[in-house]
């Protein structure tokens, strides 16, 4: 703060001396000895004061001063002033987003594996926010927690809320899977504030196969084998992987064996066809 005293009467005045009415401004400077009729002073006292969250959650500071002097006689006169600054509010969140899959200890995603999400919400605005909450914007993760009270600037929240999602064989086939939640805020005065980010899962695919072939001999009821006797073979098929597979055969690799049979459109993991 500068202060400017005038002396706007018609006597000298002295012991001039500039005072915080209200409280809370910090005021440096000695009375001035004596200020002639139209003499102003606008370097002896200087003031500070340092802005709480309150005040910048208000949205303005208004302090006033009064400044005294003494006449040659009679009472002594004063003379109040005030100042506003208004204190322009910058609401802002943001959401940081982070999936853990769980894969059972087997190293690969399956279907019915979890995925965890952990979540921090931070004030990066600066004024306080209230009931600071974190939704799944797009659906099928379920969050769990309760509305963050109130979260001052520059502060974080990693404990409120968690989530999780219950992968599908379509996540595992795609070979990835993202979702995104919105952190939203309340600032003392205007809309909410808002802040959305996503996290994306590779769900790495590891194919496989697995045939099960299983020969009888058909030896026309002598108990040998004779030329002309045949072999019946039977086909196991099991998905062995974690992705589907469509488009399955079997083919005799040698030559000889006589295979019926069409293609078995599609095979989940861990299904068989026999």
Do not use: C, M, R
């Not at 509010?89 to 987003?97: D, R, Y």
């Not at 769990?144 to 979260?151: N, Y």
């Not at 072999?231 to 019926?260: H, K, P, Q, R």
């Amino acid at each position: 703060y500068a202060f400017t005293v005038t002396n706007t009467g018609n006597v000298a005045l002295t012991n001039v001396t500039i005072a915080d009415t209200v409280g809370g401004v910090t005021i440096t400077g000695s009375a001035i000895a004596s200020l002639a009729p139209g003499a102003s002073d606008s370097s002896t006292y200087t003031g500070s004061y340092t802005l709480t969250q309150a005040d910048i959650d208000s949205g303005s500071f208004t302090n006033t001063a009064t400044a005294t002097g003494t006449p040659p006689s009679g009472p002594d006169v004063t003379d109040p002033d005030s100042d506003t600054q208004t204190l322009t509010a910058v609401p802002s969140i943001e959401l940081t987003k982070t999936g853990t899959l769980n894969d059972g200890g087997d190293g690969q995603a399956d279907a019915g594996d979890t995925i965890s999400y952990a979540f921090t919400v931070t004030n990066t605005g600066n004024v306080a926010l209230s009931n600071v909450t974190v939704a799944d914007t797009v659906g099928g993760v379920t969050i769990t927690g309760s509305a963050i009270a109130s979260l001052a600037p520059g502060a974080s929240n990693n404990t409120a809320y968690t989530g999780s999602y219950t992968l599908t064989q379509a996540d595992i086939d795609s070979g990835s899977f993202t979702n995104t939640a919105t952190a939203t805020g309340t600032p003392p005065s205007g809309p909410d504030v808002t802040d959305p980010d996503s996290d994306t899962q590779t769900l790495t695919a590891v194919p496989s196969i697995e045939l099960t072939k299983t020969g009888t001999l058909n030896d026309g009821g002598d108990g040998q084998a004779d030329a002309g006797d045949t072999i019946s073979y039977a086909f196991n098929v099991t998905n062995t992987g974690n992705v589907t597979l469509t488009n399955v055969t079997v083919a005799d690799t040698v030559g000889g064996v006589t295979i019926t049979g069409s293609a078995i459109a599609s095979l989940a993991p861990g299904a068989s066809n026999n």
